[in-house]
Each structure stands twice: as structure tokens, then as C-alpha cells.
């Protein structure tokens, strides 16, 4: 059992930067993928990045790529979210998950994925 919890989530204003964490506990993260989601209200949940903890190759969904950089400490079982260039079409709750053996065509669908952190809210406005 993985158990994941998020932090760094706030208010910030356009053009601003935040940094999510996700820390991760209960198992190892070998042969997982980690993922960052996100859901704005009245909007679905929505694929944001993910890295393969198992040599670090890194996806971005197209309207994050060169703003966004998912990251991890593996010594520290931890995953982190750089956010720059925030926009408020970014407000939303960023969730962290966790998923075993998922392959790149299908690290973007969340329902491939274990385990999820509680999330934390993104606000971006002025």
C-alpha cells in the first residue's frame, strides 16, 4: 500500500511559479509510475506529467510542456512539480498518483493508476 501526500499548492498570481511535492510512503516506488493530475471545477480530471521512477523518463501533457518539470528524489521517495509561467487556466486541485508497471501509452490515463494523494489547490489570479 502506497500512501501519497501533497504539499506546495496556493494562491499565486499570472506569470508567477510554485513547487508541488508528493511524498510518498508504505512500499517501494520500483516499477512505478509517478503522476501529477488535475481537475478544475466542473471539468474532468486531466493528465499534467509523469516520470517513470525506474530510470526517469518524463511525459508532459501539450499545454504544460516548457512551463512545467516533474522531478523526483528517490532517496527521499519524493516527487515534485516546478510550475512556472502559471497561468490561471492552471487553477485547479493537483493530484498526485502512483501506478505499477504502466507503459508510455498508458501513463496519461488516470484510471491506470493505484494509488492518489489527497490533493492540493492550485489558485492562479490576480
Known amino acids: 500500500q502506497v500512501h501519497l501526500v501533497e504539499s506546495g499548492g496556493g494562491l499565486v498570481q499570472p506569470g508567477g511559479s510554485l513547487r508541488l511535492s508528493c511524498a510518498a510512503s508504505?512500499?517501494?516506488?520500483?516499477?512505478?509510475?509517478m503522476g501529477w493530475f488535475r481537475q478544475a471545477p466542473g471539468k474532468e480530471r486531466e493528465f499534467v506529467a509523469a516520470?517513470?521512477?525506474?530510470?526517469?523518463?518524463?511525459s508532459y501533457a501539450d499545454s504544460v510542456k516548457d512551463r512545467f518539470t516533474i522531478s523526483k528524489i528517490t532517496a527521499q521517495n519524493t516527487v515534485f512539480l516546478q510550475m512556472n509561467n502559471l497561468r490561471p487556466e492552471d487553477t485547479a486541485v493537483y493530484f498526485c498518483?502512483?501506478?505499477?508497471?504502466?507503459?508510455?501509452?498508458?501513463?496519461?490515463?488516470?484510471?491506470?493508476?493505484?494509488?492518489w494523494g489527497q490533493g492540493t489547490q492550485v489558485t492562479v489570479s490576480s
Open positions: 498518483a502512483a501506478g505499477a508497471g504502466l507503459i508510455t501509452s498508458t501513463l496519461r490515463s488516470g484510471a491506470r493508476y493505484n494509488y
Open positions: 508504505g512500499g517501494t516506488l520500483n516499477g512505478y509510475v
Open positions: 516520470i517513470k521512477w525506474s530510470g526517469g523518463s518524463r
